[in-house]
């Protein structure tokens, strides 16, 4: 019961920075950081695609060197990528035994073990991944996936939004 109220109180305060007037890297930031806290998370990381169709991190809570500057991964490629590309969640116990993760070296140094990889997406179409690792093996339970899911709509829809009133501006400004 402590847990879900730890979800509910991640979850509203995720929506009050979503509608608040703070520039979208500083909301990103504040979902993966609240995300990693409440789900007791080591790491939490919101990779977007680029134009080139790859998976670039855009935000995470973690200091780690190794992890932020790891290279762009291409839709269809290790976990993250397969699961932008079959806009499906995957759950994995153990990254370091995953024949498709692809930086176990960097799982090893850091001591991350679980991963729950969930699309964002809006209307059918993938924009991301967000991914939250443990330090020890875990089962992700249905509630897990359910609230991280649930962080993962609101942040696409948050991306999405501000890309709309960015493309908005630009053409305003063309006219």
Do not use: W
């Not at 504040?30 to 790491?43: C, D, F, N, P, Y």
């Not at 809006?122 to 020890?136: C, P």
């Not at 948050?158 to 006219?175: D, S």
């Amino acid at each position: 019961m402590a847990q879900t109220k730890l979800h509910i109180e991640a979850l509203l305060k995720i929506s009050k920075a979503i509608t608040s007037d703070l520039y979208l890297e500083d909301i990103l930031k504040l979902i993966v950081t609240v995300t990693a806290q409440a789900m007791g998370s080591k790491l939490c990381s919101l990779m977007l695609l680029n134009d080139k169709g790859e998976l670039v991190i855009r935000a995470t809570q973690t200091v780690s060197e190794a992890y932020t500057k790891k290279l762009p991964i291409k839709l269809g490629e290790g976990i993250s990528g397969k699961v932008a590309l079959e806009n499906k969640s995957m759950a994995i116990y153990d990254v370091q035994k995953e024949k498709d993760y692809k930086y176990k070296d960097i799982a090893k140094k850091e001591g991350i073990s679980s991963l729950l990889c969930v699309p964002l997406s809006v209307k059918g179409r993938v924009i991301g991944v967000i991914n939250l690792y443990t330090s020890q093996p875990h089962k992700f339970t249905k509630n897990e996936i359910h609230v991280l899911s649930a962080v993962a709509n609101q942040a696409a829809l948050v991306i999405e939004n501000t890309e709309l009133i960015v493309r908005t501006k630009v053409i305003h400004e063309e006219l």
